[in-house]
């Protein structure tokens, strides 16, 4: 186990290098950069000079991503100060650091993630385990049709018709927004929830569909015949085989789910205006941004990694037939 | 040097202005206003439209006149889309940061307004709005007794010669330029390399500060604009001691009525009152409320909805530099109270298409796209008649000098193109003169402005050749003096009221040069002659130059064809009092507001 993760660790500090170089360079190769951006109209060659040089930009590319590599392990020293490491560079667009832009911003990230993540996981594969323990039933015609409906729906359709209705026609509820749990929790609770809720009740209905096919199929395997031929009960059988065997395919789509996640629900958070990594994307492609742009790219792709690994180590404890090698 | 789209392109920020709008045109909705009368307000904003006066002291010492009805206490929300540019003044020139320098800097002179739409130029922290001499070659100002920066020390003119000596340090690159280059020229930089950091200083014979209460300022020739252009959030005042070079721009000290308690650019910035500041010593700003809460990332779309519904906190909301979304204009206007919520007013803004000389050498070619340009069908694009009205001419509604009759092309009469005109003039015109290649920004609104001029110009016989600019580097593109095109959309509005920061920067055939914003490369020797002799006149005796000026441009040279004035129109909350357009800053008068109910 110990030289797995070793293993993967390394190859997921290569893996985050060459996602950094490619982002960069590919950058660094669009037809428009930021300096002609902020040089904007009436820009003379002096002006766009003068720009160049105070983000940084007249120096060599090579040393530009050096200066931007190393600045992760090192810290970096800017005009406006030091940038202690891990230094993802200063925001050409704010002015201000990129690492602490992006930690101010992850918990509005965080908390929909594991607020939709408590949501889609209890309500959507606790439904879709229920349907399928009581396939042809009720329940199940009922579980199958909303999720089916639900998840045709998206979050840029379901948020502005919610808000719509807790928000601008009745005024039941704020507008959404982030308050630090710290400073108040009943504030964070409120301001985050129509978000969650929404972004969680797509997930909840493909996690119910997802759960249900799964465990129907993990029903239909022949050591959960032969356990039930020895005189096992259903619900003994169902809890004890079935269920592990049906989380395999769960925990892979939730390891991917929940990494893109934390590198932005951008929808979720442009439909509900909320300050979180997939704006700060949006925005960073938007303005040029360059250091913005790979502070976010390598913040994201370090929980793909991340989950990646997690995502492995948990088949070895779900079915113990994976070997972890 | 003001661009439509400007530095911020992608975000369409709008370049700070100043202008001279009037009650009709620019005003608090009553609630009835279904704007099918901008024809009219252009007319009255033509007879008001009347250049700035230049107060004395009197008109210069504070208090501000009290708004009738106005409370104190409370917190007003501010909705923006995108982060602020720069809060460093002299990295200041667009709107969204210049809105905020209206609360937290002070500058020598700034612009008061009335409700009658007159505006003035006043001492800020001058005691007037200053004293020419030498024909205008010489300034004076004196500073007013006592006033502080937020941390309580007094400002002399050490800090004035410091806040001008500090821009031509390389680290300030985004704000105006023009007093830099009118003291030491085009090379400004050369003249301080270090911006004064280094302890040395600009030669007395350009910026003297004989005692801490004067500040004299020597040109090479007459500057009869000074006091308007000084008024620029630009030209804010940096106290020496306070200033911490480039960490400056998020953290500045406070001189205005409010200051800065929290900043995280891009996401919030909390305004609270600045105690230091003194409204006996200010003749334009209030300190009704005791701060505002700004919410960036909020879009154009969920403000128009939040500020709709007015629901809960909402009540004390406004929108900053962003106006209601087009597609939600109807909801607005169509429901009274809601609709007497909003302000409106004219931009300093004239989008044209701009002829590139160099390739479109044919008078009649050019003549016969103005008169063909479907003027209607462009503003549709941009939101009706909230969103603009018919340019006939270069000169906008809030400039002075704009005549609102003055139509050569016909176009208020045929908005959507005199086609039989237009065909009339390419009569002789050879077949490969009429293949015209016109580049647009990869843009929603880019795309609706391709197809209404393809459309119009095919119909006249045109064979239109669109090719698509990355907008980011749609300015760079165009700006290039070989570049590829023959026409592309550009606008452009007064620093401030003055012809002179309209015909100057984009007519000037001195200023054809690779990024210059003489986009047509106009270099006629007429022109050239009428500009010189009106930027050495008074304001007053300018206007008729000018009148000419732009007469000679539109008729004998066209080196672009006017298309559509813009427009603002924007909301707030049914709590907010005070609310009105300004003039100035083309938005809702932000020092002019309270909460009814804190």
Redesign the interface.
């Known amino acids: 186990m110990l030289q797995f993760i070793i293993r993967r660790t390394v190859g997921a500090v290569v893996t985050l290098f060459l996602i950094g170089a490619v982002t960069f360079f590919l950058f660094v190769a669009a037809p428009s950069d930021y300096a002609s951006l902020a040089c904007g109209k009436d820009c003379s060659p002096q002006r766009l000079e003068d720009i160049r040089q105070a983000l940084g930009l007249n120096l060599p590319i090579t040393q530009q991503f050096w200066d931007f590599m190393s600045g992760i392990f090192v810290g970096r020293d800017f005009p406006t100060g030091h940038c202690t490491a891990p230094c993802l560079g200063q925001s050409f667009y704010s002015g201000e650091m990129v690492w602490s832009t992006i930690m101010d911003r992850f918990p509005t990230t965080l908390t929909l993630t594991a607020g939709g993540a408590v949501v889609f996981l209890v309500v959507g594969v606790g439904a879709g385990m229920i349907a399928a323990y009581r396939r042809g039933s009720v329940v199940d015609k009922v579980a199958t049709s909303a999720s089916m409906v639900l998840s045709s729906f998206q979050i840029y359709l379901l948020g502005p018709i919610v808000l719509w209705i807790f928000v601008y026609s009745t005024g039941w509820m704020e507008n959404p927004g982030y308050v630090p749990i710290t400073q108040d929790p009943w504030g964070w609770f409120v301001g985050m929830l129509l978000p969650t809720l929404v972004m969680a009740t797509i997930f909840t209905a493909q996690y119910t569909r997802m759960a249900r096919s799964s465990m129907i199929e993990q029903l239909a395997e022949e050591h959960v015949r032969t356990a039930r031929a020895k005189g096992m009960s259903r619900k003994y059988v169902f809890f004890r085989y079935a269920w592990r065997g049906a989380l395999i395919p769960i925990v892979t789509v939730l390891g991917i789910d929940l990494s893109s996640m934390l590198g932005g629900a951008v929808v979720t958070e442009l439909t509900f205006s909320l300050q979180g990594i997939g704006r700060l994307a949006v925005d960073g492609a938007i303005h040029k941004d360059l250091p913005m742009t790979m502070g976010v790219m390598l913040f994201g792709a370090f929980f793909i990694l991340i989950f990646n690994i997690l995502t492995d180590i948990a088949y070895a404890w779900i079915d113990p037939r994976v070997r972890l090698s | 040097?003001?661009?439509f789209?400007?530095?911020?392109?992608?975000?369409i920020v709008v370049a700070f202005a100043a202008g001279s709008l009037v009650l009709t045109g620019c005003s608090e909705n009553k609630g009835s206003d279904t704007g099918a009368n901008s024809k009219k307000d252009q007319q009255e904003a033509s007879v008001q439209s009347k250049a700035v006066t230049y107060a004395d002291a009197a008109g210069s010492t504070g208090p501000a006149e009290d708004i009738a009805g106005a409370e104190s206490g409370g917190t007003i929300t501010v909705y923006q889309e995108?982060?602020l540019s720069h809060l460093d003044p002299g990295q200041i020139y667009v709107s969204d940061a210049g809105q905020v320098a209206n609360l937290l800097f002070r500058r020598l002179t700034q612009f008061q307004e009335d409700d009658k739409g007159n505006v003035s130029v006043v001492g800020d922290l001058a005691t007037d709005s200053g004293k020419s001499s030498d024909g205008g070659k010489t300034w004076t100002f004196t500073l007013k007794d006592d006033v502080k920066d937020a941390k309580g020390n007094v400002i002399t003119s050490a800090d004035v010669r410091h806040s001008v000596e500090r821009l031509y340090a390389?680290?300030i690159?985004?704000g105006p330029t023009y007093l830099q280059n009118w003291l030491s020229g085009a090379?400004y930089?050369d003249a301080l390399p270090k911006g004064g950091f280094d302890g040395k200083h600009l030669p007395k014979s350009v910026l003297d500060t004989p005692d801490d209460k004067t500040v004299i300022f020597h040109f090479d020739t007459p500057r009869q604009d000074l006091p308007q252009t000084l008024a620029m959030a630009g030209y804010a005042i940096v106290p020496a001691k306070d200033d911490t070079?480039?960490?400056y721009?998020?953290a500045p000290v406070a001189t205005g009525p409010y200051k800065i308690k929290s900043y995280?650019?891009?996401?919030?910035l909390v305004l609270v009152k600045n105690t230091n500041w003194d409204p006996k010593t200010d003749s334009v700003r209030h300190q009704y409320v005791d701060g505002f809460n700004f919410?960036?990332?909020?879009?154009e779309s969920?403000q128009t909805?939040?500020l709709?519904?007015d629901?809960?906190?909402?009540k004390n909301a406004i929108q900053f530099t962003g106006g209601v979304e087009a597609t939600q204009i109807q909801d607005v206007i169509k429901n009274p109270s809601v609709n007497k919520r909003t302000v409106k007013g004219y931009q300093p803004y004239v989008m044209q298409l701009t002829f590139n000389l160099d390739r479109v050498k044919n008078l009649k070619v050019r003549q016969a796209v103005t008169y063909a340009l479907n003027s209607k069908s462009l503003i549709a694009g941009e939101g009706g008649v909230y969103g603009g009205d018919v340019a006939p001419n270069y000169f906008a509604p809030t400039l002075p000098g704009y005549e609102a009759g003055y139509d050569p092309y016909g176009r208020l009469k045929t908005p959507q193109g005199n086609i039989a005109k237009a065909k009339e003039l390419l009569k002789d015109v050879p077949a490969a003169e009429k293949k015209v290649v016109f580049a647009y920004g990869n843009t929603e609104n880019g795309q609706k402005r391709k197809v209404a001029i393809e459309d119009a110009l095919s119909k006249v016989g045109f064979d239109v050749v669109s090719k698509e600019v990355?907008a980011?580097?749609y300015?760079?593109q165009i700006?290039k003096l070989k570049n590829p095109y023959d026409m592309y959309v550009t606008g452009w509005g007064q620093d401030w009221p003055s012809p002179s920061t309209v015909i100057t920067?984009i007519y000037d055939g001195d200023q054809v040069?690779?990024?210059?914003?003489n986009y047509s490369h106009v270099n006629d020797p007429k022109v050239q002659e009428l500009i010189k002799k009106a930027l050495n006149q008074k304001p007053e005796e300018a206007a008729a130059t000018w009148k000419e000026a732009q007469h000679y441009l539109l008729e004998k040279v066209v080196p672009a064809a006017p298309l559509w004035y813009t427009k603002q129109f924007q909301l707030s909350g049914s709590n907010v009092g005070g609310t009105r357009y300004s003039s100035v800053s083309s938005l809702l008068d932000i020092n002019h507001l309270f909460l009814k109910k804190s």
Request: charge should be positive.
């Open positions: 040097m003001k661009s789209s400007s530095r911020r392109a992608q975000a995108a982060g390389k680290f690159f985004d090379k930089r070079k480039e960490k721009d998020t995280k650019n891009g996401k919030s919410q960036f990332g909020v879009t969920t909805k939040r709709i519904a629901q809960g906190g909402d990355d980011a580097s300015y760079e700006g920067p040069s690779d990024g210059a914003s």
